[in-house]
C-alpha cells in the first residue's frame, strides 16, 4: 500500500521557537495531503488541507499565519508551527491519498510536539 | 457544516464478547466512509465503504454503510486483548474531499 512518511517523530522546543515537521509521499504523488491535530483521548481535528503548488486551505479557526503550510513538491508537504507555546503541544498527524491505485487514506506516524 | 457522530464514546467487553460500533454521518458531496484502528500512534486503516449495502470483511471484523440511513457499523467479533485501541470513522466529503473524523470509540477488552 501507500506509505507516508513523517519526521520528526518526537520534538521538544522552547516557548517563542518554531518547529517544522515534515511529510512525504513515499511511493506515490500526492497533490493534496492533510494536517490533523490530536489531543490526549480525543479524536483528530483537521486543520488545514495542503494543495501542492497553491495556498492551502484551513480549516475554521485555525490560524494560518501561526500553523504555515507548504506543498512544494508532489511528494512534500510541511507544516511550521511559528512561535509556539505551551497550548500548541499535541500530536500532529498528515495524510494522504494514492488516488492513482485508489488506496484510502494513509496516515504518517505523527509527530509529538510538546513546547516548553 | 460536516458531521461525524460514533457510538458509544467507550466501551469496555470481556474477550471473547462481540462488540458493534455504530458511526452515523452529515456531509456534503459523500464520497465514502472510512474505519481506523489507532493504538499508541497513527491511525492504521481497516475499510473503505463506498457502496451501500456490500459487507466488507477482515477475519474478525466486518463493516456495512447504509447510505439511506447515513450510518455504517464496525463489528468485531471473538475479542481479543490485542483490539483494545480507539476506532475511528471518517468520512471523505465536503469540499475538496477532507475526511473529517468522529470522536472515536474507546474500546477495552478485558482477559
Known amino acids: 500500500g501507500a506509505v507516508v512518511s513523517q519526521h520528526p517523530s518526537r520534538v521538544i522546543c522552547k516557548s517563542g521557537t518554531s518547529v517544522k515537521i515534515e511529510c512525504r509521499s513515499l511511493?506515490?504523488?500526492?497533490?493534496?495531503m492533510f494536517w490533523y491535530r490530536q489531543f490526549p483521548k480525543q479524536s483528530l481535528m483537521l486543520m488545514a488541507t495542503?494543495?501542492?503548488?497553491?495556498?492551502?486551505?484551513?480549516e475554521q479557526g485555525v490560524e494560518k499565519d501561526k500553523f504555515l503550510i507548504n506543498h512544494a513538491s508532489l511528494t512534500l508537504s510541511t507544516l511550521t508551527v511559528t512561535s509556539a507555546h505551551p497550548e500548541d503541544s499535541s500530536f500532529y498527524i498528515c495524510?494522504?491519498?494514492?488516488?492513482?491505485?485508489?488506496?484510502?487514506?494513509?496516515f504518517g506516524s505523527g509527530t509529538r510536539l510538546t513546547v516548553v | 457544516e460536516d458531521k461525524v457522530v460514533q457510538s458509544p464514546l467507550s466501551l469496555v467487553v470481556h474477550e471473547g464478547d462481540t462488540v458493534t460500533l455504530n458511526c452515523s454521518y452529515e456531509?456534503?458531496?459523500?464520497?465514502?466512509l472510512l474505519w481506523y484502528k489507532q493504538e499508541k500512534k497513527a491511525p492504521t486503516f481497516l475499510f473503505m465503504l463506498?457502496?451501500?449495502?456490500i459487507e466488507k470483511k477482515s477475519g474478525r471484523l466486518s463493516s456495512i454503510l447504509d447510505k439511506k440511513e447515513l450510518s455504517s457499523i464496525l463489528n468485531i467479533t471473538a475479542t481479543q486483548t490485542g483490539d483494545s485501541a480507539i476506532y475511528l470513522c471518517?468520512?471523505?466529503?465536503?469540499?475538496?474531499?477532507?475526511?473529517?473524523f468522529g470522536a472515536g470509540t474507546i474500546l477495552r477488552v478485558k482477559s
Open positions: 463506498t457502496s451501500s449495502g
Open positions: 511511493d506515490f504523488q500526492a497533490t493534496t
Open positions: 456531509v456534503t458531496n459523500f464520497r465514502s
Open positions: 471518517a468520512v471523505v466529503g465536503g469540499y475538496g474531499n477532507k475526511l473529517v
Open positions: 495542503s494543495n501542492e503548488g497553491s495556498k492551502a486551505t484551513y
Open positions: 495524510s494522504a491519498r494514492d488516488i492513482v491505485r485508489g488506496y484510502g487514506y494513509t
